[in-house]
């Protein structure tokens, strides 16, 4: 059973925009998904075992269709592409695929040190545009900011998390060749430069936020 909770919107998110990095397409956003994918297998933040996307029409948007594959561990562009291709909706011929999501597990480290496993650590999507290629790198757990859920502050757990995340966002930023930008803000936190942006403190507690939990 997992140790964690998980927040149901993410505490941080990083954007990129990579119309500069590649070209859009799908081909081309499953390269890229490949890649970052990769670089994070590196730093044990995402093992993938999924990926997911919801089917669209242009002109029509989105059919109410969510197609899933499962995956080994790194990702294959080539045959992803055909996988894809292969479960469009018979329904729907001119269907595309949406946002690429890849999840899958990663490792985190307890105050004791001890080497844990998570499902959905962190979560990469990819956005196959044929006009705009992007991406997006979110967490939902209380590991990668200075206090948990309840508002406690938990600095072993943070110093031993944060900065694998921030040094995998770094080398990110140099394999896609330009900087990230904070994803919007939710109730459970915001991306400020590498890490989670710091709440407002008083007392020594950060805000107890598991009334949304």
Request: glycine share 10%.
């Amino acid at each position: 059973m997992s140790l964690l909770m998980r927040a149901p919107e993410e505490c941080a998110s990083w954007e990129w925009e990579l119309d500069g990095f590649a070209p859009p397409g799908l081909e081309s956003a499953l390269d890229t998904a490949s890649r970052m994918a990769e670089l994070l297998r590196r730093h044990g933040l995402l093992e993938p075992s999924r990926v997911e996307w919801r089917w669209f029409v242009y002109g029509v948007g989105g059919i109410g269709v969510t197609t899933g594959l499962s995956v080994m561990g790194r990702l294959d562009p080539a045959d992803l592409a055909q996988r894809i291709q292969q479960s469009r909706p018979a329904g729907y011929p001119e269907a595309q695929a949406g946002v690429l999501t890849v999840s899958g597990t990663g490792t985190w480290f307890d105050a004791d040190g001890e080497e844990r496993r998570e499902q959905d650590l962190v979560v990469l999507s990819v956005d196959p545009d044929e006009r705009h290629l992007a991406a997006d790198v979110a967490v939902f757990h209380d590991i990668w900011g200075h206090f948990d859920f309840k508002g406690f502050p938990h600095p072993e757990i943070h110093k031993r998390n944060a900065p694998r995340l921030a040094a995998a966002l770094q080398e990110l930023e140099t394999l896609l060749g330009t900087a990230a930008e904070p994803g919007d803000a939710t109730y459970f936190g915001r991306a400020e430069g590498y890490g989670i942006e710091m709440p407002d403190v008083i007392d020594g507690r950060g805000p107890d936020l598991t009334d949304r939990l």
